[in-house]
T-cell receptor, first 117, second 115 residues
């Protein structure tokens, strides 16, 4: 099955600096890569996602890049703010035709980001 | 106000007792999922259901059971066979359309502590 590894496990940055989180996946058939943000005591919330036919996607201060050849994808947060402090999870999924496929996500281990004011 | 609700937020049980965690969604989503999250770790899939009256085991189904009698509801029972049940449990749902890569929406979670 799919295996997703995420690094680093913790990341401390100064407010205004950039943060980068990297994930690698094992199944070359995976074609959907979402990133979730989880605040303390809450459920994860999708912040950005990318599909395998796209190399990069940007949404304001966050961007995700995908390298299918190397099987890794990264989350970039620019101009970090204190409210960016949270745990971030990457995930991978292989969506295939047919109802039996489902949309099972395999998650990385998470990165705890702390933005210091 | 649409969304996913999980109850209760905190749950305490004695060892050896079965306990059922509730998950309800009013998003009209076909698919629902249960994940377990341990401190400092990622989410691991317990069970998922793509349609009413059907469900599949995830990666760590042993010691858990589910039912999907209604589209809106996907309760998870943690049985006494689960060796280490203390964890944060998250329910999610998504539109089930294999042609569209759909976001999973998560509930707020239930923290289960077995004493």
């Amino acid at each position: 099955g799919e295996n997703v590894e995420q690094h680093p496990s913790t990341l401390s940055v100064q407010e205004g600096d950039s943060a980068v989180i990297k994930c690698t996946y094992s199944d070359s058939a995976s074609n959907y890569f979402p990133w979730y943000k989880q605040e303390l005591g809450k459920g994860p919330q999708l912040i950005i996602d990318i599909r395998s036919n796209v190399g990069e996607k940007k949404d304001q201060r966050i961007a995700v890049t995908l390298n299918k050849t190397a099987k890794h994808f990264s989350l970039h947060i620019t101009e970090t703010q204190p409210e960016d402090s949270a745990v971030y999870f990457c995930a991978a999924s292989k969506v295939t035709a047919g109802r039996a496929a489902g949309n099972k996500l395999t998650f990385g281990g998470g990165t705890r980001v702390l933005v210091k004011p | 106000d649409g969304g996913i609700t999980q109850s209760p937020k905190y749950l305490f049980r004695k060892e050896g007792q079965n306990v059922t965690l509730s998950c309800e969604q009013n998003l009209n989503h076909d698919a629902m999922y249960w994940y377990r999250q341990d401190p400092g770790q990622g989410l691991r899939l317990i069970y998922y259901s793509q349609i009413v009256n059907d469900f599949q085991k995830g990666d760590i189904a042993e010691g858990y059971s589910v039912s999907r009698e209604k589209k809106e509801s996907f309760p998870l029972t943690v049985t006494s066979a689960q060796k280490n049940p203390t964890a944060f449990y998250l329910c999610a749902s998504s539109i089930e359309d294999p042609l569209v890569l759909n976001e999973q929406f998560f509930g707020p979670g239930t923290r289960l502590t077995v004493l």
